[in-house]
């Protein structure tokens, strides 16, 4: 079997195992306990926090460790509406229509719940946001925005910090989602010029069910999860230790291997989109053609049933995906689909292939070697 999912999941690199372990044998302590074992467990929590920052350039306090990026996305979301509603009374929400469902949804949730304003932006045939986009949607009712950095169906980048100065000289919060960015892109928040941004380690060979919100000093956000005082007040429960050190260790060793990891997939990705365009008929690349993921090649066939598609991959022993990681049987194209203009016919047949570090150019050649055919069969399939 060979694995072409790493947008969907990595599997955690046995470094970070190795920093983690201790954190879940020996050193147990509560990291909210004054005795000895507590101390360790919060000296763990703090460095982890310093390094983290330091790759972030930003401050320590500055960090919230979280569960997961979807819960980033969450209290960035949910938690900074409030705040700015709260100090100016701003009302208006604004989010792409490309964004991952824990933007989304929580926008929603905002707006039929809460009484806030939704506004969807729109994005270009490659996925993209613009800076027009956002000049124009923006009014002095609006609290926050929210456009994540790159797309995880499509791969796209977006111009972050265009967008994010726009939104700082009219006074509105600016939040990104990078959980898929992180994993090859830069994340320095200064030079993105974001005031929030979700990350979620288990995208850059880190353990799932653990994430982080960077928000600038000086931000609005209303805690969204209350109790003890943890994560400086903002995000209450008992930290997870050895989650927390595994998250600052895998994304010490991505920044730190950033350059040979793109080396490593950036071809390998190249190789397979120019044989995909080439020798499949009816086939298109999604998003943009160069301001894309290094390791992400996406793609629609016309006619083909894309979940159809990915049981044939499956049986021939690869594991691809058809976008968003759901996979309930929803014969419906992804919002993501939709946003880009995508007529249905073209946009059910969906193809996702994002490599790792542990893809050889044998995997992709074999890849390759048999797609052709099983498109076609799926194509032949759907006809009947
Ligand atoms: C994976 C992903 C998420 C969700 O992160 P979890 O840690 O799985 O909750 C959010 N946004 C994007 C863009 C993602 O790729």
Not at 36 to 57: C, D, P, T
Not at 103 to 131: C, R, S
Request: proline share 5%; net charge negative; charged share 20%.
């Amino acid at each position: 079997m060979i694995y072409f999912d790493y947008s969907a999941t990595t599997p955690i690199d046995p470094r970070v195992l190795d920093a983690m372990m201790p954190y879940l044998t020996e050193s147990f302590g509560n990291p909210s306990s004054i005795h000895r074992y507590g101390q360790k467990a919060e000296a763990a929590i703090e460095s982890a926090r310093e390094m983290v920052a330091s790759f972030l350039n930003c401050l320590p306090a500055e960090i919230i460790f979280t569960s997961c990026g979807s819960e980033s996305d969450n209290l960035a979301i949910r938690g900074g509406a409030l705040g700015m509603r709260e100090k100016n009374g701003s009302q208006w929400i604004l989010a792409s229509r490309a964004e991952h469902p824990a933007v989304t949804k929580t926008i929603e949730q905002l707006g039929k719940h809460y009484g806030f304003l939704p506004e969807w932006l729109d994005v270009n045939a490659q996925g993209m946001v613009t800076a027009e986009v956002v000049s124009k949607a923006i009014c002095n009712n609006t609290g926050l925005v929210s456009v994540m950095y790159a797309n995880n169906e499509i791969g796209t980048i977006n111009p972050l910090r265009d967008l994010a100065e726009i939104c700082r000289a009219n006074g509105i919060l600016f939040h990104t989602d990078a959980v898929q960015a992180a994993a090859y892109l830069p994340v320095d928040v200064q030079v993105l010029s974001v005031d929030m941004m979700s990350l979620g380690s288990h995208k850059f060979y880190g353990p799932k069910g653990v994430g982080a919100l960077y928000v600038r000093k000086g931000t609005p956000l209303i805690s969204h999860n209350t109790g003890g005082g943890q994560e400086n007040n903002l995000r209450a429960g008992t930290q997870n230790v050895a989650y927390i050190v595994g998250f600052a260790e895998s994304l010490k060793l991505t920044a730190q291997e950033r350059e040979q990891r793109i080396k490593h997939v950036q071809p390998l990705r190249d190789k397979i989109i120019g044989a995909v365009l080439e020798t499949i008929p009816d086939s298109q690349l999604t998003g943009d053609m160069n301001v894309r993921l290094p390791h992400h090649a996406s793609f629609v066939f016309k006619d083909v049933d894309g979940n159809l598609l990915l049981t044939l991959l499956d049986a021939a022993g690869f594991a691809c995906s058809s976008g968003s990681a759901c996979k309930t049987g929803n014969p419906e194209p992804s919002e993501v689909m939709n946003t880009l203009g995508l007529p249905r016919e073209w946009g059910l047949g969906s193809l996702r292939v994002t490599l790792g570090k542990d893809n050889t150019v044998a995997d992709v050649d074999s890849f390759l070697k048999i797609l052709p055919s099983l498109v076609e069969k799926a194509r032949n399939l759907n006809q009947r």
